[in-house]
């Protein structure tokens, strides 16, 4: 029998903290996935009638702009690998699979006025697929990808898209929504918004700091809104599924215990995470927001606030539309406070105005701003569960990146395992309302700017060969047996051996 041996070897070796695991169970309601996103996977980016998007534009304009002067045209080749897909999520023993449609596949100029037959077809496949298969299809309706005539006429700077965004919507809820029971309009704004209007980093790589991304994110929440209307009234009792936005945030931690740290932790919170999740559960920005941000306009010689303001119908339109809030996080920053910035250069950064750093002795993963610090999962889980009405939580993406991709993925096994941790004893301890955990990413991507050179995949994707050959790496074994027996600490459970 080789089995124990091989055990001890993955205990001692690989779960290095059984220790401070938390011994709770994952209850049987409780259901895990994995995620990825149309632009980062599917390639076939001008097959079958697909329109051009931002992302497409963004990466042939200037590939400069991106490592390696990579792009999306191939990926990892899932449009027509998308039984090959089904087949690793099965291997997982997922319940669920969080993907995301691609706007221009369905309606090739973004308007709703001619459906594409052969991409809205894909979908349909990949979802029969996945339910032959007993996995759930959880759709992202949008994950950064608008068709290039939206951009246009000025993207998400111009409040037609509130209407445009909502008849896509409608469009895939007619499509999809018989089989689709999870809808997540947006997927992280805060980047959409400020990587993208702001800092330019991301397609449509606009730089205005101190209006971008607080216009963009006006036009983003009504969108969100009418998406949510449209579903409740015309769709809900039908079809009976849930919609939400996934918000990302990393937990911030006041720097020391000093109240003007403290105070400068809880607004950068307010300013990433509340700036969008604060409109959903009361209807309007979180105050400290509006305050500074018409403060330091009205200083600068604005004649009104740089932040838009909803009318009180758009607060009440505005207000409840969420079934439940999903959230992204991948680490923690810690914060200090931060004198008031000069009056002169307007900006977001400027008007949050805190000073956000990481602690150097924090393990790393490849991406610049992942540290990993599974502590600060729970910390936000409680801070949300106290600060917005107890909602129902879904970890929408969580993960680890690498440089190498190797199979050995040890460090992604620790991260994942400590991260889960820290959520079951939120689910446990705190009474959290976290009904579900998504791992990103099912297999190695297409990681935005830095191309393919940080990997988050459970599965490695071979990028070098035209069948982009996939491989399940270590972590693949480690999360099929967490599902399998709903707990942590593999080395305890007897069954095992
Ligand atoms: C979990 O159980 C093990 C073995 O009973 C124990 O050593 C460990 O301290 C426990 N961990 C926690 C976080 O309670
Ligand atoms: C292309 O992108 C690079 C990197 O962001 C930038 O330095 C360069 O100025 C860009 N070139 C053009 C023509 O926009």
């Not at 011994?23 to 409780?30: E, I, K, L, R, Y």
């Not at 704004?189 to 606009?206: S, T």
């Not at 729970?378 to 600060?387: E, P, R, V």
């Not at 071979?462 to 047996?481: E, I, L, M, P, W």
Request: glycine fraction near 8%; aromatic fraction near 16%; charged fraction near 25%.
């Amino acid at each position: 029998m080789k089995a124990p041996a091989v055990l001890w070897f993955y205990c001692v070796l690989f779960l290095r903290n059984t220790n401070a695991l938390s011994n709770h169970t994952f209850p049987t309601w409780f259901k895990f996935g994995a995620a990825t996103a149309s632009y980062q996977v599917e390639g076939a980016w001008n097959e079958d009638g697909k329109g051009e998007n931002i992302w497409d534009r963004f990466t042939h304009r200037n590939s400069s702009r991106i490592k390696n002067h990579a792009n999306g045209d191939v990926a990892c080749d899932s449009y027509h690998k998308y039984k090959q897909d089904v087949q690793l999520l099965k291997q997982l023993g997922v319940d669920f699979y969080r993907f995301s449609i691609s706007w221009s596949r369905i309606l090739p100029t973004g308007y709703p006025d001619q459906v594409n037959k052969a991409g809205a077809q894909y979908y349909k496949n990949l979802i029969k697929e996945l339910k032959a298969n007993n996995i759930e299809p959880y759709v992202t309706i949008y994950h950064w990808d608008l068709p290039q005539p939206l951009q246009e006429i000025g993207g998400w700077l111009n409040d037609k898209l509130v209407d445009i965004f909502a008849e896509y919507a409608r469009t895939l809820f007619s499509l999809y929504g018989n089989d689709v029971k999870h809808w997540f309009t947006f997927n992280e704004p805060r980047q959409i918004c400020y990587e993208g209007y702001g800092i330019g980093e991301k397609a449509p790589g606009l730089k205005l700091p101190g209006t971008g991304p607080y216009k963009c994110a006006h036009v983003l929440i009504k969108s969100h809104a009418k998406a949510y209307h449209v579903y409740q009234e015309n769709f809900k009792e039908k079809q009976g599924g849930k919609l939400g936005m996934v918000v990302d945030t990393d937990w911030y931690e006041p720097a020391t215990s000093h109240p003007l740290d403290r105070e400068a932790a809880e607004r950068t919170l307010q300013f990433r995470w509340g700036w969008y999740v604060h409109p959903l559960v009361f209807g309007n920005y979180p105050k400290i927001m509006i305050e500074r941000v018409a403060r330091r306009s009205k200083l600068e010689g604005f004649e009104v606030s740089r932040l838009p303001t909803f009318t009180s119908e758009e607060i009440n339109y505005i207000k409840g539309t969420f079934d439940f809030l999903g959230f992204n996080q991948y680490s923690t920053s810690l914060v200090k406070h931060r004198p008031e910035p000069e009056i002169g250069i307007p900006s977001y950064d400027n008007d949050m105005g805190t000073f956000i750093y990481r602690d150097p002795t924090w393990e790393r993963g490849a991406s610049d701003w992942l540290y990993v610090v599974p502590w600060g999962i729970g910390k936000a889980l409680k801070w949300i569960k106290s600060n917005y009405g107890d909602p129902e939580i879904i970890v929408t993406e969580n993960g680890f990146s690498d440089h190498d991709g190797t199979l050995e993925d040890y460090k992604r096994i620790d991260y994942l395992q400590s991260y889960l941790s820290s959520i079951l004893d939120a689910i446990h301890e705190d009474g959290v309302k976290v009904t579900r955990y998504t791992a990103w990413s099912l297999m190695d991507n297409f990681e935005w700017y830095s191309g393919y050179t940080e990997k988050f995949g459970l599965f490695h994707v071979d990028f070098q060969s035209k069948h982009r050959t996939r491989k399940a790496k270590k972590s693949v074994d480690f999360y099929r047996n967490v599902i399998k027996s709903r707990k942590l600490n593999k080395c305890n459970s007897k069954t095992d051996s």
